[in-house]
């Protein structure tokens, strides 16, 4: 079981980002998929979740309006797209998935897998 997080990079302020979560020897669509990020010196923290179906989604404050999650579940892919991105968005971004989701959750347990993340930094 792997999960595997692209897309990081280096943007100016303003700019925009797509990260993608991408599954190996997982059934994509029985889990809930989450991304969370860590900056240098914090702890981690919750960014966005996905329903299986895709139908429901949870932002974290700090991203609401900025940043959409969305998923494929044929191509067992998740993506996060981060607009009007601000240099507080510089972190690690970490995917997850959890397999017996009771909710929609924004705390690192109860996501069984992550992936090794990708980096955003973002520059004024």
């Known amino acids: 079981v792997q999960l595997q997080a692209c897309g990081g990079g280096l943007v100016q302020a303003g700019g925009s980002l797509r990260l993608s979560c991408v599954g190996f020897g997982i059934t994509f669509s029985d889990a809930v998929v989450g991304w969370f990020r860590q900056a240098a010196g914090k702890e981690r923290e919750f960014v966005a979740a996905i329903s299986q179906s895709g139908r429901t989604t949870k932002y974290g404050d700090s991203v609401k309006g900025r940043f959409t999650i969305s998923r494929d579940n044929a191509k067992n892919t998740a993506y996060l797209e981060m607009n009007s991105l601000k240099p507080e968005d510089t972190a690690n971004y970490y995917c997850?998935?959890?397999?017996?989701?009771?909710?929609?959750?924004?705390?690192?347990?109860?996501?069984?897998?992550w992936g090794q993340g990708t980096l955003v930094t973002v520059s004024s």
């Open positions: 997850a998935a959890d397999f017996h989701p009771r909710e929609i959750s924004t705390r690192k347990p109860p996501y069984d897998y």
